[in-house]
């Protein structure tokens, strides 16, 4: 089994950054492919971002892509969702979640999650 534990959201207005990350407890964190999600109240858990074990395939989804970077470090157990030129629309509880094999952009594919951080964009 995996902990997962994000970090990193805040408010912030239109046009700035933020660096998300999650902390994973286990010995075996490399052996998970990971990825960010995020909902909106209202809205169903949206794919941001996935990374597989070795951190060499990435995909992100197509409200993000150009603005979000989606890494990891094995040695040290995490993985960061940088997100750039953020926009009120990115405002959502953002998660990060885990997966053995495969690399995927699904949500229900995901057997391990956060407990979610706030991103809130202003205009």
């Known amino acids: 089994q995996v902990q997962l534990v994000e970090s990193g959201g805040g408010l912030v207005q239109a046009g700035a950054s933020l660096r998300l990350s999650c902390a994973a407890s286990?010995?075996?964190?490399?052996?998970?492919?990971m990825g960010w999600f995020r909902q909106a109240p209202g809205k169903e858990r949206e794919f941001v971002a996935a990374i597989s074990t070795g951190g060499f395939i990435v995909y992100y989804g197509d409200s993000v892509k150009g603005r979000c970077t989606i890494s990891r470090d094995n040695t040290k157990n995490t993985v960061v969702l940088q997100m750039n030129s953020l926009k009120p629309e990115d405002t959502a509880v953002y998660y990060c979640?885990?997966?053995?094999?495969?690399?995927?952009?699904?949500?229900?594919?995901?057997?391990?999650w956060g407990q979610g951080t706030q991103v809130t964009v202003s205009s």
């Open positions: 286990g010995r075996t964190f490399s052996s998970y492919a």
């Open positions: 979640a885990a997966k053995t094999v495969s690399t995927s952009r699904i949500v229900n594919d995901y057997n391990y």
